[in-house]
């Protein structure tokens, strides 16, 4: 089946650093992605919507300078994490819907991200 | 290799039916459970489970875990068309990661 391959799965950066994080879509094209942000009460906060050859979506509040997405390929959108802060501390998860808008979304394993 | 397996992928029903959703896991160092409802973009939190055999219960959804043979369910009685939505499993290791189910399509009827 369908499988989003995220890495890395796990990273410890110092604060000032960047962190890259990428999602790959192994067995389907994906035109669109998602990149979600996990908080303490387990709610899953949509941060944008990256978009295949176009700029991504960004939702209200989330700083598109500081959190940068790049969807370069059918297969690859990448996370970068500019100039990490202790607060951006936090386990970042990518999605792809198979198919057609609306469709099962299918998620990545997730970046624990930890900034010293 | 962590997997978490839901069934059934699909499910059609009628209104005011009564629908159970399975989830079943194998996490190494599992720490927690979780269910979300699948709308839209992003997934709608409804709850975590810790512990084997407390139900929580939040309207007219209920879960409950049972750690001892690795699964969970998901209730939902005299269910309405707003109730439909793809209903994800997940289940969280020591290490913080998520790992997701496919998640069950459920569709309610007039």
């Known amino acids: 089946g369908a499988v989003v391959s995220q890495h890395p799965s796990r990273v410890i950066c110092k604060s000032g650093t960047s962190v890259k994080i990428e999602c790959r879509s192994l067995?389907?094209?994906?035109?669109?992605m998602f990149w979600y942000r996990q908080f303490p009460k387990k709610s899953l906060m949509l941060m944008a919507t990256?978009?295949?050859?176009?700029?991504?979506?960004?939702e209200q509040g989330v700083e598109k300078d500081k959190f940068l997405i790049n969807h370069a390929s059918l297969t690859l959108s990448t996370l970068t994490v500019t100039s990490a802060h202790p607060e951006d501390s936090s386990f970042y998860i990518c999605?792809?819907?198979?198919?057609?808008?609306?469709?099962?979304?299918?998620f990545g394993n997730g970046t624990r991200l930890t900034v010293t | 290799e962590d997997k978490v397996v839901q069934s059934p992928l699909s499910l059609v029903v009628h209104e005011g039916d009564t629908v159970t959703l399975n989830c079943s896991y194998e996490v190494t160092n599992f720490r927690s459970l979780l269910w979300y409802k699948q709308e839209k973009k992003a997934p709608t939190f409804l709850f975590m489970l810790t512990s084997s055999g407390i139900e929580k219960k939040s309207g007219r959804l209920s879960s409950i875990l049972d750690k001892k043979e690795l699964f969970s369910i998901l209730n939902i009685t005299a269910t309405q068309t707003g109730d439909s939505a793809i209903y994800l499993c997940a289940a969280g290791g020591s290490q913080g990661n998520l790992i997701f189910g496919k998640g069950t399509k459920l569709s309610v009827k007039p």
């Open positions: 067995d389907f094209q994906a035109t669109t």
């Open positions: 990256s978009n295949e050859g176009s700029k991504a979506t960004y």
């Open positions: 999605s792809a819907p198979q198919g057609i808008y609306n469709s099962p979304l299918h």
